[in-house]
């Protein structure tokens, strides 16, 4: 809501804080970054406008009443935070569409013009106190509502944004993390990083801030790496400067992710937070029909995957149009807490050994696309974004192993054909459908191949085997009897669970 | 190996023990039963001529030479029992075929007259001593190879069997069971049962005997009651008498199955014995190729089904050509012991109370099949063989239930289309598909509905969908979303599983 007496809230600046935590060249986490890879899983959720309309963006021009949540209950957000073993909450506090979650007084844009005038910001950050967790940020630089967010005057929008970070960092206590989005609306220098930056860490010296796609190819150019490629030290560029850890939603970082980045010829360390959905088609903000949760096989591994080598995770569990986070994509979230046990206080549960890692593999027939040969060593590099792909349906992948080495455990992330749903509900969902649909698992034993694993269902988002036995091999195969394309692994992991 | 020197075995009756066991009229289990219903799961092991020929029944003409197990190792198979947590071994001794997996001196079809001399049962029998398990023997009265089984006088045949049972009764050590199949090949009396049931209880006086299709809806004739029905004491009649416990396989008692049967105008105490396949496709011999597992959510709920109320379950785990049980069925075995934590000495677990069972049940759509209304109410009637079925593909099933009962699972065995194998592998397997592909569990709650649970993946064979948090409700329902088909459930658990 537009307040007439607008402060220039910037006033506040002058009242620093001598433990602010701004980056600086190191090889290490600084204890703002620590306090992030420490917390390391957080629950994200989307929230606003979008909710009412089935939309997963919008134009800023959605009415302000159509925001109507029947039973609004962000202590249950929380509740579900808490008994799904999250850390911190991360919430939407203004999306693209410029629509703000709290009571903003630069804007009529916002709830407290709504027909439902909770203060949603506040509702949130209270009831994280309540139950223990800790309260994040996301919010958009580029803003589709806002007239100022347009004018020729970049200063114009920038002091916009001082003025409602200020409220959000002023008056809801202790936020550990802003989330920044959408910096690819206008050119970097017009956000005026620094001074956001600094604003922060006067407000909230341990405040983490992270802008998506972090990071590019050549300094200057806004190329952005897939994370993917961030395997080594000091040899890719900050496209944001400053911040405190990287971003590429949805993005998954290589297993071998390193921490060293550059700017002005300085080296500076950056962890990771990964940003994935609960919800199968990838829904940011919540559906009015219920989507499918994804499986817990894929949100285990992904856990493990995400949350290993200093980097962190956020899921998110939007709140549906009533106002309420959904059953079924709740109790997803605590089934899995459950499942991999997730314990307050204590360090996040961790995967067990990739004995299958960068180990020799062939492959019965490798594709190449994009002249890029998918070799089958993709399979076990440790990369979700590189690939074994097989020209033949009825393929083979083997992995050479150490006999030594035992495993009692297997996950194969498949390669999916992927439908954007832009017929659907909205242009972001998508539609995986994977390819296996009957396979077997051997192990090469006393000269000949033993079977150990047989399905004839499909591999769906991520196939988990546990055998209550140990194995150890010298190679392992995985022999693909039935498919409805050739098929192509992202990564198929062998894992000694209990070297964890 | 037929020898020169049989000797007429029966002389061994003469030695009578007087701890004999023999079945009495009785409303409780008697010894023999009771240790029956203690040991309560067991592994089925079927292994002989059709092995190597991937064939379910043989006609007795598989020349003996194609018996020839490379690797044979029948301690493997008692090891997988002993991990999977089965109580006692039942081995295929002579299936339809007549070919005996021992040494025996009355017939040339047998495992001395093989390739693989190794005597099957000796070897079985050691092992389950070995590892501490209970041995027990499945014997097929019918039997397509010997020619004494035609001979027009039926005493004839029955000495021979009589010959055989004496040598697996007396050179084995303990027998806990005899299990004995294909009645339905001459008239019941032409099997001698109470000559044969007699010789058994002098040589293993604790020894339970059991004739499949034991029960008939008529004194005297050969309608047999399929399990669903046995839900009333004091209505059937044996078929086969005496005997200690009753068979159908692969039939699935009723949940409230009742335990007295009828024989000359008294009553009997007898459990049930339930026999399936691990394999997906029921194949009770083992195939050259591996054939898929069930998954453990069938597993789960059928053990929990068929091992409560006094009865027992035996789960066939066949072995293969190479004399080896297979490695992806022996995982599963043991899987599902780890899973459901059953203990060496302990009870078996148990499942959580159906606080659905027997409650009101409406449904969006009733289907009519020879002339039987298939209602709601069979869905919750606690009987696997019988079962609502809608009549177009968007179907509702809603059940009552008190709002003081809570639950946090639910189990779902949907009916499936079926087709067996005939133009595959062999007469007898079967391959189900479900047709319930995407579908809602929703509560009353504040006077409407509640989605709880949402999924868009076919049912497969049994859904087990596990709450991390309890619910109560007055009503609960199933909405499918989409189907193949108009779908058919035979049973809808609501189950709280903390009530043991």
Chains 1, 2 share one sequence.
Not at 3 to 32: E, Y
Not at 200 to 208: E, H, I, T, Y
Not at 277 to 297: E, G, M, N, T
Not at 442 to 469: G, Q, T
Request: proline residues 5%; charged residues 25%.
């Amino acid at each position: 809501m537009k307040s007439f007496f607008s402060i220039v809230l910037l006033t506040f600046l002058l009242c620093g804080n001598s433990s602010a935590q701004p980056i600086t060249p190191s090889d290490k986490p600084n204890k703002t970054q620590q306090l992030l890879i420490d917390r390391g899983y957080g629950m994200f959720i989307h929230f606003g406008v979008n909710t009412f309309t089935d939309q997963e963006w919008s134009d800023g021009k959605i009415p302000v009443g159509k925001y109507n949540p029947t039973k609004l209950d962000c202590d249950q957000w929380v509740r579900v935070a808490r008994d799904a073993g999250f850390r911190y909450v991360l919430l939407t506090t203004k999306h693209h569409d410029g629509f703000c979650l709290w009571d903003s007084k630069f804007t009529d844009y916002d709830v407290a013009s709504s027909p439902v005038k909770t203060d949603v910001v506040a509702e949130v950050s209270k009831a994280c106190k309540k139950y223990g967790l800790k309260f994040a940020v996301y919010y958009s630089l580029w803003d589709r509502h806002e007239p100022l967010h347009n004018d020729p005057d970049p200063q114009k929008y920038v002091q916009y944004m001082m003025n409602q970070l200020t409220e959000l960092l002023t008056n809801y206590g202790e936020v550990v993390e802003l989330w920044l989005d959408g910096g690819w609306a206008k050119k970097q220098n017009d956000w005026d990083l620094d001074q956001l930056y600094t604003l922060v860490k006067k407000l909230q010296p341990n405040c983490a801030v992270g802008v998506n796609h972090t990071i590019v190819y050549e300094d200057g150019k806004r190329k952005f790496v897939i994370p993917d490629d961030m395997i080594t030290d000091n040899k890719y560029y900050f496209q944001y400067f400053p911040g405190d850890f990287r971003l590429w939603d949805p993005k998954i970082a290589h297993l071998a992710d390193k921490k060293q980045y550059l700017h002005n010829g300085q080296s500076y360390y950056m962890p990771f937070e990964h940003t994935i959905c609960i919800s199968k088609p990838w829904s940011w903000f919540q559906k009015s029909k219920p989507v499918p949760a994804r499986s817990l096989d894929e949100l285990e591994e992904l856990f493990y995957w995400c949350t290993a080598n200093q980097n962190a995770l956020v899921i998110d569990i939007p709140a549906g149009p009533s106002g309420l986070i959904y059953e079924h994509e709740a109790n997803t979230a605590i089934a899995l807490a459950q499942r991999i046990n997730i314990q307050k206080g204590k360090p996040l549960p961790k995967n067990g050994r990739f004995i299958s890692m960068s180990k020799p593999a062939t492959a019965s027939s490798t594709d190449i696309q994009n002249e890029v040969l998918l070799d089958a060593k993709f399979a076990v590099d440790g990369g979700m974004q590189t690939r074994w792909a097989a020209k033949d349906t009825l393929a083979e992948l083997v992995v050479e192993l150490k006999p030594a080495d035992k495993f009692n455990k297997i996950s194969i992330f498949e390669y999916q054909d992927m439908r954007k749903g832009k017929n659907k509900d909205d242009e972001f969902s998508n539609y995986r459908t994977n390819r296996i649909e009957a396979y077997d698992i051997d192990i090469w034993k006393d000269n000949e191949w033993l079977n150990i694993y047989h399905d004839e269902a499909s591999m769906d988002d991520c196939k988990v085997i546990r055998f209550p036995v140990f194995y150890q091999a010298s190679k392992i195969r995985l022999k693909v009897l039935r498919a409805t394309a050739p098929p192509s692994i992202w990564e198929f992991n062998i894992i000694d669970f209990s070297q964890r």
